[in-house]
């Protein structure tokens, strides 16, 4: 049968030689040895690790922890421990049968390491993303909201929505400044219909009676009757209208 603490004592031999200042004894089969990463850094992280030995031990593996040292010299969080401690099990494993206390402390000091470099990666992305999100809202202030297709249709309509009531209102304000008489001849004008609506009108006519036109008749050309030309011949019609009328009197008094 093994005398698994003869074996264990004379791993301790080994490591006092190894870690003269590092190592201290906290039992018959409990040591901690300080650990700093392998590499310098410009962050401080130091920690004691715990080793604790079954009855067993080399046959099986330590009881490994972390314990933090003081403020200044750093601390793991409870992720960071929880992954270096599963690794170094995995590097426990592979050395069953064998004074192992050696190679688990070195793997500590380079996982360590690789803490630093992870906290440094971290904190690199962090600011990186920092100074982007700053980056970008001072050139937002610069360059205002970018125009698309839809918000510009929507600029479009809020516009002359306003600038049709700004008019509307213009209209109604020079409206109630109009004597009575002049008011109802501004509204009677406004609602004759426009030349777009006579031409539109024109055209329906044309496309639904086009069987009752006689052939040769030529079509009036709508868009070239204007306001004006309208007001001029409306004109013409009372004043033949009113000559009519001063003829049919005329003719009453000589037969009198």
Excluded at 1 to 29: N, T
Excluded at 129 to 145: D, L, P, Q, S, V
Excluded at 185 to 204: C, H, I, N, V, Y
């Amino acid at each position: 049968m093994a005398d698994y603490q003869a074996i264990l004592d004379e791993e301790f031999e080994v490591l006092e030689s190894i870690f003269p200042d590092e190592l201290e004894k906290l039992g018959d089969r409990k040591v901690q040895i300080l650990v700093e990463p392998e590499e310098a850094s410009g962050s401080q992280l130091s920690l004691h690790l715990i080793v604790s030995y079954p009855s067993t031990y080399p046959d099986v593996i330590p009881d490994l922890s972390f314990e933090s040292i003081d403020e200044e010299t750093g601390e793991l969080s409870e992720e960071e421990e929880e992954k270096l401690l599963e690794s170094l099990r995995q590097v426990a494993e592979e050395s069953i049968g064998m004074a192992m206390t050696f190679t688990i402390a070195s793997a500590a000091r380079e996982a360590l390491a690789e803490v630093l470099k992870d906290r440094q990666r971290r904190e690199k992305e962090e600011d990186d993303r920092r100074a982007a999100e700053y980056e970008e809202m001072e050139a937002r202030k610069t360059r205002g909201t970018p125009v698309t297709t839809a918000s510009f249709e929507a600029w479009r309509r809020k516009f002359l929505e306003e600038l049709r009531q700004k008019r509307d209102k213009e209209e109604s304000d020079r409206l109630k400044a109009l004597p009575p008489k002049e008011r109802e001849d501004f509204k009677r004008r406004k609602e004759r219909p426009s030349g777009k609506q006579l031409f539109q009108s024109s055209q329906a006519l044309a496309t639904s009676d086009e069987a009752l036109y006689e052939e040769g008749a030529q079509e009036v050309d709508m868009s070239k009757y204007t306001r004006e030309e309208r007001e001029k011949e409306r004109r013409l019609e009372e004043e033949e209208a009113e000559r009519a009328r001063r003829g049919l009197v005329d003719g009453d008094d000589d037969s009198d």
